[in-house]
């Protein structure tokens, strides 16, 4: 049964079909500081951006427009092809939210939930960053002060708590991992959303992707999110892989670890 499983995932049978705010999950290979995200992380994967337009609903890939936020602490705004194009530099994954109250599975492109999340990332990515100047200095100042934050929270050093604001620009903010980014305009595309249509915020607690949040979220630690909480989270389903330039649906983490290793068990590779 293993062997059928793992010849079926070796042969795929649709290409990549993305929707709005799906997610794509990205190991980036002969990057060092890519290396270091993942070994700090204990994740395959360092880096994640999130589809914002699709041209043509059901269609490839080649089109999407996606928000990526880069590890200088500027978003821009760019074209999935970017990196599906780019099997010798980078793997992708896809995640989607597919509760049934985000996705309208008759028509997912004008279902209000995504759109919301959408828009908030594409305001965010029409912000001007630095200056040309003070690129590299902002640059490795948001380096030390990304694992500084996570280097605290792992040691668990106590914090003083910081009140959720609804509106708050990400980039106000001194650091924030491309995980926090995607993390942060779900919430607040989410509440905007749940605003309009009059109902209650309980939903807000289904589009939390960290599953390291036990207590009351606060915006660290919705900003400090990692590519490795989104991979962890069971509330975003696994849509595709594409491994070695080879794209093929997915249903579970143990799929791609199959492709990633047909000839270990699924321990010897991390989530």
Known sequence: MAKSVAAELHNPAEPIRLRMADILLIHSKRSLWGWLIRLGTHCYWNH??????????????????????????????????????????????????????????????DSLFPRRVCATAEKQARVKGTGQSWKMAHKILRQITIIYRFVRRRIKAPRAEIRLRRI??????????????????????????????????????????????KRRITLFDLLTTTPADLARCERLSWKYVQIAGKARPVSSWDDISRILTPSKSLSDVSL
């Open 168 to 213: 708050i620009r990400p980039l106000d903010v001194r650091a924030f991992t491309c995980g926090g980014f995607i993390q942060w305009c779900y919430y607040q595309g989410v509440f905007q959303a749940l605003d309009e249509t009059g109902q209650g915020k309980s939903r807000l607690k289904e589009i939390i992707f960290n599953p390291r949040l």
């Open 48 to 109: 994640a951006l999130m589809v914002c337009g699709v041209e043509e609903p059901g269609a490839g890939y080649d089109r999407a427009i996606v928000v990526d936020p880069k590890t200088a602490g500027g978003l821009e705004m760019g074209h999935a092809a970017q990196y599906l194009d780019r099997p010798d530099r980078f793997d992708v994954a896809v995640k989607r939210l597919e509760a049934d109250w985000f996705q309208n599975e008759g028509a997912p492109e």
